[in-house]
């Protein structure tokens, strides 16, 4: 299955009403070859659609899926049970504002042999100035419906990035859990899963390494704080 097959049945499988409507518009516009950014993660084709699902892989596994709502718990409580089509929903499209917002152009660098070439590159050309979070939230609620909740954690899935909105932010989040998830999973796509020409492999996923094995002898001979 391509990620536009999969993108598409994740959106069918919500039942939404207008859900249709949503995925033609979506095939009319550069939604599927789309970059994520203009350099920073998923710079390359097809990069918005592949980041739109690795925030739902992350958002998906920050909870617990029981039938149909995905259980999210905090030091072993239980603090919100979420539809399961909410989770798709927000995560599939928290960038939708980024629809025909990039454009290709020109610009010039030297090559290995040190002469003057011409590369494409990304850049912004937004034509519909209204926000990031808010927009995706209005051009999505042209076609369907979003619960509140939805709005809240589309509108503030870029967390306290943006100037003078932390107290804000933090209020949404405690009003609904899912604005913070949702920032989360946004996050650990970029960060963890993502570079700026795609997916990492997953050997290079894993941050960690092997504990030290402490030596008991020199463990004993330390100097006591």
């Not at 207008?18 to 095939?27: M, N, P, R, S």
């Not at 419906?145 to 306290?160: D, F, K, N, P």
Request: net charge negative; proline share 4%.
């Amino acid at each position: 299955m391509t990620n536009k097959e999969r993108f598409i049945e994740l959106l069918r499988s919500t039942k939404r009403e207008g859900i249709e409507k949503l995925i033609d518009f979506l095939e009319k516009t550069d939604f599927f070859t789309a970059p994520a950014s203009t350099r920073f993660h998923m710079s390359c084709e097809g990069g918005l659609l592949q980041h739109s699902l690795n925030v739902y892989d992350c958002l998906a596994g920050l909870g617990t899926t029981t039938g149909d709502v995905q259980e999210f718990h905090v030091a072993g409580m239980r603090l919100d049970s979420i539809p399961k089509e909410s989770i798709i929903i927000v995560a599939l499209l928290h960038d939708l504002c980024k629809v025909n917002f990039y454009a290709t152009e020109m610009r010039w660098r030297k090559d290995a042999n040190n002469k003057w070439e011409q590369y494409p590159v990304y850049a912004v050309n937004d034509r519909n100035p209204y926000g990031h979070g808010e927009k995706s939230v209005m051009m999505a609620s042209e076609f369907i419906r979003l619960t509140m909740e939805e709005r809240y954690a589309i509108r503030w899935h870029m967390g306290m990035s943006e100037a003078n909105i932390t107290q804000t932010y933090c209020q949404a989040a405690e009003k609904y859990p899912l604005v913070l998830f949702a920032h989360m999973a946004d996050q650990m796509a970029t960060s963890y899963l993502e570079t700026n020409t795609g997916n990492k492999k997953p050997e290079d996923v894993y941050l960690g390494t092997e504990p030290a094995v402490q030596d008991p002898e020199k463990f004993a001979e330390a100097e006591p704080i």
